[in-house]
């Protein structure tokens, strides 16, 4: 009998992920700097910008959206075809450089749009790089693992901007110095960027000395590999689904601040969005480590769509479901709470799941396009929501229960991964 082959895994691959995850973590910090404490931030960069135009507070989270359209198809081709030594280093070194500029252009709104403009360049050469890790330095048995340690690094980011960055700066309105210590907060984040930035530079490393799998070295280039995975059809509905769930993830992201005044919130307390991140944190470690240990994607999929359903439900029609404003309030938090286990559990099992579904081709291809698209209604969802200060916000919200039904049905019509058929 042909004894089966095994593979080495290198103690390396650790500090990788580390790695990793600490430059995933700070350029989420940076997307979301501003966004929890909004209404402050319009007190203290007043008269640099028109509160009723597009330039505005929201616009520095936007503004990841816009880029990541245009720079998400470029990034994931230099990282398939040069490598993640070559494409992370490209994010690290601008997310050093701008990093500090955003911290030492604190006061100016044009300075901060500028550095924000440089970050967002960077931040696809760094997420669109999960898939390509966990492959080159991973075994089967521990990618969705990995790719859910990766997420959780992205959501630990998101949870520090929402929940740490409001104790930096003065909230309460009824207070002197709201809207203050914007300076601070930015100096600090930009020291911690540059720092995350420098290690990934010394340390990332493009493969072990051994593969940790029978995949074949070659894959198809990125041309090849990307008509590859438009004709796939289980790629084409996954393409769908996240058009819809990352798309309403970005947006609440993005609007926490405007959904707390939403909802009759006085302060930018970030609790929305922070009891979000939780939940999420809590999904990103559990379902991706559940669907290795019983080697199923679709069916955890479907699993967190269905969840999705009672969570946006609570986040959208919490002030339909109570009539008090601490019921209403204490449905929010529930309802979000809920969303970001599924929503954010889904992310990485759906990037290894569509690595696996349209192998050979290159893997982060397959991730950009999803994160992609949904950067893509992300933008479109968070610029119809916060037009004519934020009118639209509660049509935006029912909307997004509508959908996500959609991608529930959706879901459900996926194949297996063919590594676990």
Same mark, same amino acid.
């Given at each position: 009998?042909?004894?089966?082959?095994?593979?080495?895994?290198?103690?390396?691959? $650790?500090?990788?992920?580390?790695?990793?995850?600490?430059?995933?973590? %700070?350029? #989420?910090? #940076? $997307?979301? /700097?501003?966004?929890?404490?909004?209404?402050?931030? /319009?007190?203290?960069?007043a008269?640099?910008?028109?509160?009723?135009?597009?330039?505005?507070?929201?616009?520095?989270?936007?503004?990841?959206?816009?880029?990541? &359209?245009?720079?998400?198809?470029?990034?994931?081709?230099?990282?398939?075809?040069h490598g993640?030594?070559?494409?992370?280093?490209?994010?690290?070194?601008?997310?050093?450089v701008?990093?500090?500029?955003?911290?030492?252009?604190?006061?100016?709104y044009?300075?901060?749009?500028?550095?924000?403009?440089?970050?967002?360049?960077? =931040?696809?050469?760094?997420?669109?790089?999960?898939?390509a890790?966990t492959?080159? $330095?991973?075994? *089967?048995?521990?990618?969705?693992?990995?790719?859910?340690?990766?997420?959780?690094? =992205?959501? *630990?980011?998101? &949870?520090?901007?929402?929940?740490?960055?409001?104790?930096?700066?003065?909230?309460?309105?009824?207070?002197?110095?709201?809207?203050?210590?914007f300076?601070h907060?930015?100096?600090?984040?930009?020291?911690?960027?540059?720092?995350?930035?420098?290690?990934?530079?010394?340390?990332?490393?493009?493969?072990?000395?051994?593969?940790?799998?029978?995949?074949?070295?070659?894959r198809?280039?990125?041309?090849?590999?990307?008509?590859?995975?438009?004709?796939?059809? !289980?790629?084409?509905?996954?393409?769908?689904?996240? *058009?819809?769930? *990352?798309?309403?993830?970005?947006?609440?992201?993005?609007?926490? !601040?405007?959904?707390?005044?939403?909802?009759g919130?006085? !302060?930018?307390?970030?609790?929305?969005?922070?009891?979000?991140l939780?939940?999420?944190?809590? @999904?990103a470690?559990?379902?991706? $480590?559940?669907?290795?240990?019983?080697?199923?994607?679709?069916?955890?999929?479907?699993?967190?769509? %269905?969840?999705?359903?009672?969570? +946006?439900?609570?986040?959208?029609?919490?002030?339909?479901?109570?009539?008090?404003p601490?019921?209403?309030?204490? +449905?929010?938090?529930?309802?979000?709470?809920?969303?970001?286990?599924? %929503?954010?559990?889904?992310?990485? &099992?759906?990037?290894?799941?569509?690595?696996?579904?349209?192998?050979?081709?290159?893997?982060?291809?397959?991730?950009?396009?999803?994160?992609?698209?949904?950067?893509?209604?992300?933008?479109?969802?968070?610029?119809?929501?916060?037009?004519?200060?934020?009118?639209?916000? @509660?049509v935006?919200?029912?909307?997004?229960?509508?959908?996500?039904?959609?991608?529930?049905?959706?879901?459900?019509?996926?194949?297996?991964?063919?590594?676990?058929?």
């Amino acid at each position: 009998m042909e004894q089966k082959k095994t593979y080495p895994v290198f103690a390396y691959r $650790w500090v990788i992920l580390a790695v990793y995850m600490f430059l995933s973590i %700070v350029i #989420q910090i #940076q $997307w979301l /700097a501003h966004a929890s404490v909004a209404r402050p931030a /319009a007190v203290f960069y007043a008269g640099q910008f028109s509160p009723d135009g597009l330039f505005n507070i929201d616009f520095l989270a936007l503004l990841y959206m816009l880029v990541y &359209i245009i720079v998400s198809i470029p990034a994931s081709y230099i990282i398939d075809t040069h490598g993640i030594k070559i494409g992370l280093g490209i994010g690290a070194a601008i997310t050093v450089v701008c990093g500090l500029l955003k911290g030492f252009m604190a006061e100016n709104y044009i300075g901060i749009l500028v550095a924000q403009v440089g970050l967002a360049i960077a =931040q696809p050469f760094i997420l669109n790089a999960v898939t390509a890790i966990t492959v080159r $330095w991973f075994p *089967l048995r521990e990618r969705g693992m990995a790719a859910g340690m990766a997420a959780l690094a =992205q959501y *630990l980011g998101i &949870i520090i901007a929402m929940l740490v960055t409001p104790l930096m700066i003065g909230i309460n309105p009824d207070k002197p110095d709201y809207g203050s210590g914007f300076g601070h907060m930015l100096m600090i984040y930009g020291v911690i960027t540059a720092v995350a930035g420098v290690l990934s530079l010394i340390l990332i490393k493009e493969t072990p000395p051994e593969p940790p799998g029978d995949e074949l070295v070659e894959r198809m280039s990125f041309g090849k590999g990307l008509k590859h995975i438009l004709g796939l059809r !289980d790629m084409r509905i996954i393409l769908i689904i996240f *058009l819809i769930g *990352l798309g309403i993830f970005n947006a609440v992201s993005s609007m926490t !601040d405007a959904i707390a005044a939403h909802m009759g919130v006085k !302060d930018s307390e970030g609790l929305i969005g922070g009891i979000m991140l939780i939940g999420g944190i809590i @999904g990103a470690v559990i379902i991706p $480590w559940l669907s290795d240990v019983y080697k199923k994607r679709k069916f955890f999929l479907v699993v967190c769509m %269905v969840g999705m359903v009672p969570g +946006i439900v609570g986040l959208s029609l919490a002030d339909h479901l109570a009539s008090t404003p601490g019921a209403i309030y204490g +449905i929010t938090l529930a309802g979000s709470f809920i969303l970001g286990f599924f %929503v954010m559990s889904a992310g990485p &099992i759906g990037f290894q799941y569509a690595a696996e579904v349209s192998y050979p081709a290159p893997e982060s291809t397959s991730q950009g396009l999803l994160l992609l698209i949904g950067q893509v209604t992300g933008m479109i969802f968070v610029a119809g929501m916060s037009i004519h200060q934020n009118h639209f916000l @509660g049509v935006f919200m029912t909307l997004f229960v509508v959908l996500t039904v959609v991608t529930m049905i959706l879901g459900t019509t996926l194949r297996e991964s063919p590594h676990f058929r």
